[in-house]
């Protein structure tokens, strides 16, 4: 699968890149910046560009921007990307004097994201860490993928139950990645709290 990571350069962008190169798949990392993308995707052994670029002529376009630019990178990047498919994995969060916690009064940045482009949006991997793809065995942990389109959503669970080494669940429609990102800020204030590096695996499934 050819698959486009806009915010590549960050943290998380260049974790996923690096797990998605290990599984086999064909990487391309973005950025505002193309030298800096393809300085970046040099180190990891994929290839870069700029974002309007790289979402050209890709399987899947992973949104991995800081929350406070997710929306913009995205509009700007609609007629770029067309109709390919976009897994958000972004979460808005605000950092307060008594924890952290979501951003977003209401919806969610994939929402908001889904309501600017006309391509399929799923969101997930919210509760997965950049710690976590770095590990060298896939992670305790289960995969959360929510969307409105059956297809991209079944292609974003296929590829994320190859990340993690428990399940790709899938938890309904797009309007719950309002939990998902939630949960970012509850998985965050259980690290601070405890000093630990906590994660998510559900319960009572087969």
């Not at 915010?7 to 064909?26: H, I, Q, S, V």
């Not at 007629?79 to 924890?99: K, Y």
């Not at 669970?157 to 309904?172: I, K, Q, S, T, Y």
């Amino acid at each position: 699968m050819k698959i486009a990571i806009v915010g590549g350069t960050g943290t998380f962008g260049r974790a996923l890149a690096r797990k998605l190169r290990l599984l086999g798949e064909d990487v391309y990392i973005g950025s505002r910046d193309a030298q800096r993308a393809k300085e970046r995707a040099l180190e990891i052994g994929v290839k870069g560009d700029s974002n309007e670029h790289v979402v050209k002529g890709v399987d899947l376009v992973v949104l991995a921007t800081k929350s406070n630019a997710a929306i913009e990178t995205g509009a700007a990047l609609a007629d770029a990307i067309g109709d390919t498919p976009v897994l958000c994995v972004a979460s808005d969060l605000r950092f307060t004097d008594i924890g952290i916690v979501p951003g977003l009064e209401e919806g969610s940045l994939a929402e908001n994201l889904a309501k600017l482009i006309r391509a399929p949006v799923a969101s997930g991997l919210q509760t997965v860490s950049a710690i976590d793809l770095s590990s060298a065995e896939p992670p305790d942990l289960d995969a959360l993928i929510c969307g409105d389109d059956p297809g991209v959503k079944k292609l974003v669970l296929e590829l994320a139950g190859r990340l993690v080494g428990g399940r790709a669940v899938d938890v309904g429609p797009l309007a719950n990645s309002r939990a998902l990102e939630g949960m970012t800020a509850v998985i965050l204030n259980v690290n601070k709290e405890f000093g630990v590096h906590a994660g998510l695996r559900l319960t009572g499934l087969p």
